[in-house]
């Protein structure tokens, strides 16, 4: 019998959740949540990967599954397709609740709901017959990792290899060895951000390799773990599903825990902090700065490979007015029929702290919004591109130039 060893209590800092509150969880919201995030950032002709199945006509070596919650990122949806397609894999990309692996049920007490939805998944997994499953998604990959030794005790044989995002990446950076088409050195020393063996085994693997893809990028000096900041890791959240325990913090606390990052970054000559889970970097690039920007490692392999996708969340979460986020993000949530209530309640859900006055507007100090992904370009390039200019040209009465999100 399949052990089960999924751990679903813990949070990211590996603590017990809270789950007194589990009655009043909808799941309906938190679906529509994640998809209406994803389609406040981007235009429904960028999206490359399935969130709806179909029966597919030609099989695929590869079935990278994006997930849910990175829905609330989807900057990384658009750098993991396109490093899949620069290393050369023959894949096919899906996201959204029709992949999703049940964990929200299961975290809920609806175990014989995300059961069912996980098995579902499997079996769309296997209708492109791929030899391995590859989840973005730490608990997507703890989930399918049971159901799928369970589907081969029932069946006889698993359908695929599920591998976590981070193993398969540094695994392939390897076997190309020589071939992996670098393009650009990135100077930077980096302070890795990631769980470990306290939360699951899995946080332990994905963290390690992590570190190796760091050490394979040129350029990139790994100067090692940051610790989670005094008034807590900006990840962790008291229930699952919630936002984080940094959520409503004050203005000067935010600031504590600016400086306190900055301060483990001096003590080792770091510039970065770098995360690798796409709800990490969500809720740790809030506290990135000019002088220390978060950014994702999956963003600094993507400049490596001479790949250029900004990240969008954090460029938005910088500009600190809804307002602003809605103009800036109108072309894309218009794409999909969105009306400009539903987007309005998205941009204030997910871009507006309480700590939102201590915010730095824009990290334009030498790098702008490109800094945000880690390349480093000087201010004085961008020109109106600058988050200062944006800023300037709205407060002088004329229109708003299109950020570069694409």
Request: proline content about 5%.
């Amino acid at each position: 019998m399949a052990v089960d060893d999924r751990m679903i209590s813990k949070n990211a800092a590996g603590e017990d959740f809270d789950l007194s509150r589990a009655s009043e969880f909808s799941f309906t919201q938190f679906y529509r949540d994640h998809l209406y995030s994803e389609r406040l950032q981007i235009s429904r002709d960028e999206m490359t990967w399935l969130e709806r199945y179909a029966k597919p006509d030609q099989p695929a070596e590869v079935v990278l599954n994006l997930s849910c919650g990175v829905q609330n990122t989807p900057h990384l949806m658009l750098t993991q397709v396109a490093l899949f397609e620069a290393l050369g894999v023959d894949f096919v990309a899906t996201a959204g609740n029709k992949y999703c692996c049940g964990r929200p049920f299961q975290r809920f007490g609806k175990g014989q709901v995300g059961d069912t939805m996980a098995a579902r998944a499997i079996d769309r997994f296997a209708s492109w017959q791929p030899e391995v499953n590859v989840q973005c998604c730490g608990s997507c990959l703890i989930e399918f990792n049971y159901h799928v030794r369970v589907v081969a005790e029932e069946r006889g044989e698993a359908p695929f290899e599920v591998i976590h995002i981070t193993d398969y990446l540094v695994d392939r950076l390897i076997e190309m060895g020589d071939d992996v088409p670098w393009r650009k050195s990135i100077p930077r020393r980096v302070m890795v951000h990631a769980e470990g063996a306290e939360v699951h085994p899995t946080k332990e693997a994905a963290k390690s390799a992590t570190i190796r893809t760091l050490e394979l990028i040129p350029g990139i000096e790994y100067v090692g773990i940051v610790e989670s900041p005094a008034l807590g890791q900006p990840c962790a959240t008291k229930g699952p599903g919630e936002p984080s325990v940094l959520n409503d913090i004050t203005p000067e606390q935010y600031l504590e825990v600016c400086q306190d990052l900055q301060d483990q970054a001096d003590a080792v000559g770091a510039d970065a902090i770098v995360t690798h889970h796409h709800m990490c970097h969500r809720e740790w690039c809030k506290f990135g700065t000019n002088r220390l920007p978060v950014l994702h490692y999956q963003s600094l392999l993507a400049e490596a490979l001479g790949i250029r996708i900004p990240d969008r969340f954090q460029t938005l979460w910088k500009l600190g007015d809804p307002e602003k986020v809605l103009q800036q993000t109108r072309r894309h949530w218009e794409s999909w029929g969105m009306d400009e209530k539903d987007a309005r309640h998205v941009v204030k859900h997910h871009f507006m702290p309480e700590y939102a006055s201590q915010v730095q507007r824009c990290p334009c100090e030498g790098n702008c919004a490109e800094a945000v992904a880690g390349t480093g370009a000087a201010a004085a390039a961008l020109g109106a591109d600058c988050g200062t200019s944006w800023t300037a040209t709205l407060e002088a009465g004329m229109e708003l130039p299109v950020l570069d999100l694409v």
